[in-house]
């Protein structure tokens, strides 16, 4: 074999290597992906890393959410209504204001709301989907920000970690 067909060979196996891994990175949920990109990564970070002092990490919590009735329900209010006053995760604290996303409908709620539960915070593949009809149930309800935040207190204080 001559060094070209080799060099040739070897760039043709990492090439198969590389796409393979981008196949295996991509979002389960890509129309949430999507979405994510265009309303919620310029304060969240793209990956749901949050930044210092002005938007959480969308990491850990949003799994814990979707695995009892009030945390699903909290993620739906949180999107619709916004959020606003101080939280502290890990000991950071948190207060700027989360703005509403009531003009997305039910299906694209759902399908960002997947997104950072599944892709980002990494939910159990047993936890059901959030449904647009859970988004749906939520609307009209008539919460503002602070009431979402004190909402999301008496979650976290079921889950165990107030
Ligand atoms: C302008 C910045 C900004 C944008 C854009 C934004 N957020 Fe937020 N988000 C925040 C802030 C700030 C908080 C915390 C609010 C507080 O301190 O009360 C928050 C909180 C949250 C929480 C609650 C986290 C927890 O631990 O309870 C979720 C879930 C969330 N955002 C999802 C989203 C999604 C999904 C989008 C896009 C549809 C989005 N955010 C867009 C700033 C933003």
């Known amino acids: 074999m001559t060094v070209a067909a080799r060099v040739a060979g070897l760039s043709l196996l990492l090439a198969l290597v590389c796409?393979?891994?981008?196949?295996?990175?991509?979002?389960?949920?890509?129309?949430?992906?999507?979405?994510?990109?265009?309303?919620?990564?310029?304060?969240?970070?793209?990956?749901?890393?949050?930044?210092?002092?002005?938007?959480?990490?969308?990491?850990?919590?949003?799994?814990?959410?979707?695995?009892?009735?009030?945390?699903?329900?909290?993620?739906?209010?949180?999107?619709?209504?916004?959020?606003?006053?101080?939280?502290?995760?890990?000991?950071?604290?948190?207060?700027?204001?989360?703005?509403?996303?009531?003009?997305?409908?039910d299906q694209k709620l759902a399908a960002v709301l997947n997104f950072v539960a599944f892709d980002l915070a990494h939910a159990a593949q047993e936890v059901k989907p959030i449904g647009a009809d859970e988004i749906a149930a939520e609307r009209g309800k008539g919460l503002d920000g602070a009431g979402v935040r004190e909402h999301r207190a008496a979650v976290l204080e079921a889950l165990g970690s107030g």
Do not use: W
């Open 19 to 105: 796409s393979s891994g981008a196949i295996a990175a991509a979002p389960q949920y890509a129309d949430g992906a999507e979405i994510f990109a265009a309303n919620c990564a310029v304060c969240h970070g793209s990956g749901g890393a949050g930044q210092p002092a002005l938007a959480p990490p969308l990491l850990a919590n949003p799994a814990r959410y979707a695995t009892v009735a009030e945390g699903r329900r909290q993620l739906a209010l949180t999107v619709l209504f916004g959020m606003f006053g101080d939280i502290t995760i890990d000991q950071k604290h948190y207060s700027f204001k989360m703005p509403e996303f009531s003009q997305l409908d």
